[in-house]
């Protein structure tokens, strides 16, 4: 300590000088600690979400919860009744202790299904002193049955006829089928393409399936089957996508899909656009627009979207930057950020219990979400209304809050990360506030994407460039149907039995939104 008192400078100016040295190599060490301590927590961090993703539950936990309990009381229904079995078939040797179970109300059987009578045949006679019995009524117990596919052959006879006059043969013109020389029918067509890319049922296991019915479907014919019902339904396919791009507002996003390539497997791109103008009350049907890409450049959205200037709502993906370029033509499309996926980044966070911050965050989102849950469904006008008195206040609270807690934090924090990705678009996400189109959330898009995502495990990969075309279109008829209400399968048997002398004029007529008008009186007679 006295050769460091010794060291010191006698000079008053020399004194002053050395401690602000000291001061700021202090601070410039303390701000060091600092950004490292940030650093520090983290990598903490992302080192327990990728835990969590791997040993944890996921984000979006509760549809794993609802299944758990409801295989647990699967299991329990299944242990109570067994018991309640092996206790009836005991009762007759040992004693058991009665016991009454409580079983659940049963419903009715489907009143629309064809009901077969078997009468159990009465005693002609009184058992007891013989004489004639009368009929007091009866008793009925409803059985739900199932009978097991059947196939069949549909034969189609054309009698010719030859004149006895002038001996000219008369014959009726053949009848249009479904594709060109195949004996394929429209309804077995339809369960092909739907179980194919509604159900993600490969060729190769439907192929198998059928087998053991007994029918021999090799997969190349069924691939051909395939290729053909694509070709025939593209009209209709152009028909939706004139009807996509020709909306307000629009939903998109992309998923990932594996594609065969040589010897490896490559990540392919399916893209889908939703036009859904049912949350404003808009009178146009729903449709689904669907493409494939080998890559996620931003080349393909600006294809897809080459001629439309309306409203995209869709995340933070770059590729989209140069349709909101003012420079664009004919007119650059305005930009809508979802709130989910805003919301999705806290919710991460807050989840893993490691941020108050983020579980104030979701908790104040989740406040405009329920407001917004209100309007679905009601005019642009009211919306605007409700939302001007109702949730604009919220937002600017949220807007302070956020800019607020953000200048206290690290830039390292993943918190920080959260808030910057909503307040560097902010003119996005408020956007909402000055357009009722616009709504909260991308949902409708992430809706339609779901069924390829959950059935990626089944196919395992497209076939070909070729193939994820194909699949794409297929994703366009099926997802426009079911955004309309309509049974996938049982349309695109109508459609393909009707298709091929169907007038061009008025193909319109054979699409899901009309298709279920034309069925409705049908129904009700």
Not at 86 to 107: I, N, Y
Not at 137 to 159: C, S
Request: one cysteine or more; a positive charge.
């Amino acid at each position: 300590m006295e050769n460091a008192l010794d060291e010191l400078p006698d000079d008053i100016a020399a004194l002053k000088a050395a401690l602000l040295a000291e001061r700021g190599a202090r601070r410039k060490a303390e701000a060091t600690a600092s950004a490292s301590q940030a650093l520090i927590a983290h990598l903490k961090l992302l080192i327990a979400k990728l835990r969590h993703e791997q040993y944890g539950q996921s984000a979006e936990r509760g549809r794993k919860l609802l299944d758990q309990l409801e295989l647990q009381l699967e299991e329990l229904e299944a242990d109570t009744t067994e018991s309640a079995v092996a206790a009836e078939e005991k009762a007759d040797t040992s004693t058991v202790q009665g016991f009454a179970r409580r079983r659940p109300v049963r419903a009715p059987l489907p009143a629309h299904l064809p009901r077969e009578r078997v009468v159990i045949p009465a005693p002609c006679a009184c058992l007891s002193c013989g004489g004639k019995l009368a009929k007091l009524g009866e008793d009925i117990t409803e059985t739900l049955e199932v009978v097991p596919r059947q196939w069949k052959v549909i034969q189609t006879v054309r009698e010719k006829f030859s004149c006895r006059a002038c001996e000219k043969i008369t014959q009726p013109p053949a009848p249009f089928h479904p594709i060109a020389r195949a004996r394929a029918g429209a309804s077995l067509l339809a369960m092909i393409l739907y179980a194919k890319f509604g159900e993600h049922q490969p060729l190769n296991r439907q192929s198998e399936t059928y087998a053991r019915e007994g029918v021999e479907l090799d997969v190349s014919t069924l691939a051909d089957w395939v290729g053909a019902c694509t070709a025939s339904l593209a009209p209709l396919i152009e028909l939706i996508r004139r009807h996509v791009l020709a909306a307000e507002r629009l939903h998109g996003d992309d998923t990932t899909v594996p594609v065969l390539a040589k010897d490896k497997t490559v990540i392919g791109r399916v893209w889908a656009y939703v036009r859904d103008d049912r949350p404003f009350a808009g009178p146009d049907p729903p449709a689904a627009l669907f493409f494939y890409s080998r890559n996620r450049n931003g080349e393909h959205p600006n294809r897809h979207l080459a001629g439309y200037a309306g409203i995209l709502q869709a995340d933070a993906y770059a590729g989209f930057g140069d349709l909101y370029d003012a420079r664009r033509r004919p007119s650059p499309i305005t930009e809508a950020a979802c709130w989910s996926h805003g919301r999705r980044k806290f919710f991460a966070l807050a989840d893993l219990g490691k941020s108050p911050l983020a579980v104030e965050a979701v908790r104040r989102i989740d406040a405009i979400f329920a407001i917004e849950r209100e309007i679905n469904g009601i005019a642009v006008e009211q919306r605007l209304a409700i939302r001007a008195e109702r949730i604009k206040p919220l937002v600017g609270e949220l807007e302070e809050w956020m800019r607020t807690e953000r200048a206290r934090l690290s830039r390292h924090a993943d918190i920080s990360k959260a808030m910057d990705y909503m307040l560097k678009r902010w003119p996005a996400f408020t956007r909402v506030l000055d357009d009722g189109r616009i709504c909260l959330s991308n949902n409708a898009v992430e809706r339609a994407l779901r069924g390829i995502a959950l059935g990626r495990r089944a196919w395992l990969f497209a076939g070909s460039d070729r193939g994820g075309e194909r699949a794409a279109a297929m994703y366009t008829l099926i997802g426009t149907a079911k955004l309309n209400g309509v049974d996938p399968q049982a349309w695109l048997a109508d459609v393909l039995r009707r298709i091929a002398d169907h007038p061009v004029s008025r193909l319109p007529e054979l699409l899901p939104w009309n298709w279920k008008l034309r069925q409705i009186p049908a129904a009700a007679d």
